[in-house]
């Protein structure tokens, strides 16, 4: 590992300062970036620790949530609220990693967190536009079975891996930042990037700029909610397919619908066209069914990840089948 100077900022404003170099990063859990530095992916000058520099709290106000970017993935999950009013969200953490790393990863670390293509993580491997922009994409040709089928370009497949990211897309969240010359409030399907010709870009923040907090709000669609994800063991692994569903439902009838997908595509990624199959019909099996099968309408598949365009329609199904069933 590199030798790197560590701060600890006290506030937010010094935070701001302090990581807007190029060469800086920003720690709270590190369940990410000790990992990447350890690799020598990352290699910072400088790291700035946020341990006292942002909140953790989470407030539940009459017409939304707010979660401090530092509370621990673990706190959120099994926040009886959340569990009561956004259940999608808390079975989306609660399918992430290991209960040793949920009790340390936050929520602000969760929604920047980057790919587990191994290419990129391999610095052994010379291709890789998110580590060196026009070097190539080893999983072009490479082997792609974890790879996105949804929101690649020529320079990069990598998938998205977070489960959270997928629930809060599905409950419209929004995203508060905080930087050296304005505080933002971004919807969270504003928030990632598509690599296109930057892969190395991953959300629209700046550099030196934060997020201080995550809003949800109380809509009538998030307590019909649910998260199904498909990998290869129980736990501790990433998806290889996911769905985060919401559903309002009005004398039988979908009356809104959310579908956001995960581990099919470069960010969380909404289903449009499978929300607008769903609404004005009957809440049905046979609807349902019918909907998910444009969930993968737009993909680009290798030999190696094809399986991938019927997996997500089934997560898709069942999905909104759970969320259906839902008291």
């Known amino acids: 590992?590199?030798?790197?100077?560590?701060?600890?900022?006290?506030?937010?404003?010094?935070?701001?300062?302090?990581?807007?170099?190029?060469?800086?990063?920003?720690?709270?859990?590190?369940?990410?970036?000790?990992?990447?530095?350890?690799?020598?992916?990352?290699?910072?000058?400088?790291?700035?620790?946020?341990?006292?520099?942002?909140?953790?709290?989470?407030?539940?106000?009459?017409?939304?949530?707010?979660?401090?970017?530092?509370?621990?993935?673990?706190?959120?999950?099994?926040?009886?609220?959340?569990?009561?009013?956004?259940p999608v969200l808390s079975e989306a953490l609660?399918?992430?990693?290991?209960?040793?790393?949920?009790?340390?990863?936050?929520?602000?670390?969760?929604?920047?967190?980057?790919?587990r293509c191994p290419y990129f993580r391999d610095v052994g491997v010379r291709e890789c536009n998110k580590r060196t922009p026009g070097s190539g994409c080893a999983a072009l040709a490479g082997y792609s079975r974890m790879h996105a089928i949804l929101g690649g370009s020529e320079s990069c497949i990598?998938?998205?891996?977070?489960?959270?990211?997928?629930?809060?897309?599905?409950?419209?969240?929004?995203?508060?930042?905080?930087?050296?010359?304005a505080a933002r409030s971004l919807p969270i399907a504003n928030f990632h990037t598509l690599p296109g010709d930057h892969p190395e870009r991953e959300s629209v923040l700046f550099p030196g700029e934060l997020v201080t907090h995550v809003e949800l709000p109380r809509l009538p669609f998030a307590k019909r909610s649910?998260?199904?994800?498909?990998?290869?063991?129980?736990?501790?692994?990433?998806?290889l397919a996911s769905a985060a569903v919401a559903l309002e439902i009005e004398q039988g009838t979908v009356k809104t619908?959310?579908?956001?997908?995960?581990?099919?595509?470069t960010r969380p990624w909404r289903a449009f066209e499978v929300e607008s199959a769903l609404l004005g019909r009957e809440a049905s099996e046979q609807n349902f069914e019918s909907a998910s099968k444009l969930a993968a309408s737009d993909a680009k598949t290798t030999p190696?990840?094809?399986?991938?365009?019927?997996?997500?329609?089934?997560?898709?199904?069942k999905a909104l089948m759970r969320a259906w069933k839902r008291p």
């Open 1 to 86: 590992m590199k030798d790197f100077d560590y701060v600890q900022a006290k506030s937010l404003s010094e935070a701001t300062a302090q990581g807007a170099g190029a060469h800086a990063r920003y720690v709270a859990g590190g369940t990410l970036l000790v990992d990447l530095m350890r690799l020598n992916v990352e290699r910072p000058d400088l790291v700035v620790d946020l341990s006292a520099a942002l909140e953790s709290e989470i407030r539940v106000e009459d017409n939304r949530v707010s979660i401090g970017a530092l509370a621990r993935n673990s706190d959120l999950a099994n926040h009886e609220r959340i569990k009561l009013e956004f």
């Open 158 to 181: 990598a998938a998205h891996p977070s489960d959270m990211c997928v629930a809060l897309l599905a409950l419209d969240a929004l995203v508060h930042t905080e930087g050296a010359n």
């Open 94 to 115: 609660l399918a992430t990693a290991s209960p040793q790393l949920r009790n340390m990863a936050t929520v602000g670390g969760n929604l920047l967190q980057r790919t």
């Open 226 to 239: 649910a998260y199904v994800k498909v990998r290869d063991r129980a736990s501790y692994a990433f998806a």
């Open 257 to 265: 619908a959310r579908v956001a997908l995960g581990g099919v595509s």
């Open 304 to 317: 190696h990840n094809e399986f991938k365009r019927t997996l997500i329609e089934r997560v898709v199904a």
